[in-house]
């Protein structure tokens, strides 16, 4: 599976984006997917996760949604309510097996397919 991440940009707090990871692979339909962020010197952050179920960040939840179109082997992340804090570069993954906890969901280790990020930009 090869992943590409886009639709990254600069917003206004309050404001919202679209991102999208187009995906390469006859099995994406059965993969697990999920969106990680990173800034400059932190570890990489568990945004979103879709697997046996839909998983949310804390940070995130009421405010992002992930979706997948199997049909168009494209995963999605609606983020609305963008806050300052949520600027990082926002990374696409994948891998074919199934996750069986929650925690396993949150794992950037667990994922072998990386997209290469895309950049959001909040403006307070």
């Known amino acids: 599976v090869q992943l590409q991440a886009f639709g990254g940009g600069l917003v206004q707090t309050g404001g919202s984006l679209r991102l999208s990871c187009a995906a390469s692979g006859s099995s994406f339909s059965r993969s697990t997917v999920a969106w990680f962020r990173q800034v400059p010197g932190k570890e990489r952050e568990f945004v979103a996760a879709d697997g046996r179920g839909t998983y949310y960040a804390d940070s995130v939840k009421g405010r992002f949604t992930i979706s997948r179109d199997n049909a168009k082997n494209t995963l999605y992340l609606q983020a609305n309510s963008l806050r300052p804090e949520d600027t990082a570069v926002y990374y696409c993954?994948?891998?074919?097996?199934?996750?069986?906890?929650?925690?396993?969901?949150?794992?950037?280790?667990?994922?072998?397919?990386w997209g290469q990020g895309t950049q959001v930009t909040v403006s307070s």
């Open positions: 993954a994948a891998d074919d097996r199934s996750f069986n906890t929650r925690t396993s969901f949150s794992q950037a280790n667990r994922y072998y397919f």
